[in-house]
């Protein structure tokens, strides 16, 4: 089975810089996506790592240790819009294509 | 639009009537997949298909769910005889690798 670790709830001030945890523990590995979703819409694709270390894309970036199970996403410059769940899901090895979200982190952002 | 599309978007039934969903992925995605999500949850895996041979179905899903991609195109799925413990939002996701996730289709049951 896979287990997925996310705070339930953080706050942030528009502006500043938040940085969302997730631990994970799978039948091998394939990767590590993560998703924002608003309330009531689908979840959109913000990152995804394979390999160890940092990807940056934009205000956001990701960093993926396969051998501590450890994964962060790091949202720069904060704003009202970011306030979202978002979504940890590791991908299991074994030939396994499938994505395992976890409960999701809520973001808050306030002025 | 060459999003993944389903349909229909809401679906209001009573107890232990039959719905069916479907689904258009990404025309050249060939890995297709069913989640569910409930409020404040995460999306929770339940069937994916690779053209159209489904690959691995969730043990939570009971016997009562069904799902088929006819040709590896378009992909419905079926619940027979919901409860209401089938309310939630039913996604299907196309990917490349990543998942690229319809607006879903939300299923209310009296």
């Known amino acids: 089975g896979q287990n997925i670790d996310q705070p339930t709830e953080m706050t942030a001030t528009e502006g500043a810089i938040v940085q969302i945890n997730c631990t994970y523990q799978?039948?091998?590995?394939?990767?590590l996506f993560w998703y924002q979703q608003h309330a009531g819409e689908a979840p959109t694709f913000l990152s995804y790592?394979?390999?160890?270390g940092l990807e940056e894309k934009g205000r956001f970036s990701s960093f993926l240790s396969r051998s501590k199970g450890y994964s962060y996403l790091l949202l720069k410059e904060l704003q009202m819009k970011d306030s979202a769940s978002y979504l940890c899901?590791?991908?299991?090895?074994?030939?396994?294509?499938?994505?395992?979200f976890g409960r999701g982190t809520s973001l808050i952002v306030h002025p | 639009d060459t999003g993944v599309s389903q349909n229909p978007r809401h679906k209001i039934t009573k107890r232990g009537q039959n719905v069916t969903f479907r689904c258009d992925p990404i025309?050249?995605?060939?890995?297709l997949y069913w989640y569910r999500q409930t409020l404040g949850q995460g999306p929770e895996f339940l069937t994916y298909?690779?053209?159209?041979?489904?690959?691995?179905k969730s043990r939570l899903l009971s016997d009562r769910f069904s799902a088929e991609r006819p040709k590896g195109s378009f992909s419905t799925l079926e619940i027979q005889r919901t409860e209401q413990g089938d309310s939630a939002m039913y996604l299907c996701?196309?990917?490349?690798?990543?998942?690229?996730f319809g607006e879903g289709s939300r299923l209310t049951v009296l």
């Open positions: 996701a196309s990917s490349s690798p990543e998942l690229f």
């Open positions: 799978t039948s091998g590995f394939n990767g």
């Open positions: 790592n394979v390999l160890d």
């Open positions: 899901a590791p991908k299991g090895g074994g030939g396994s294509y499938i994505p395992t």
């Open positions: 025309s050249e995605h060939n890995r």
């Open positions: 298909f690779q053209n159209e041979a489904q690959l691995e």
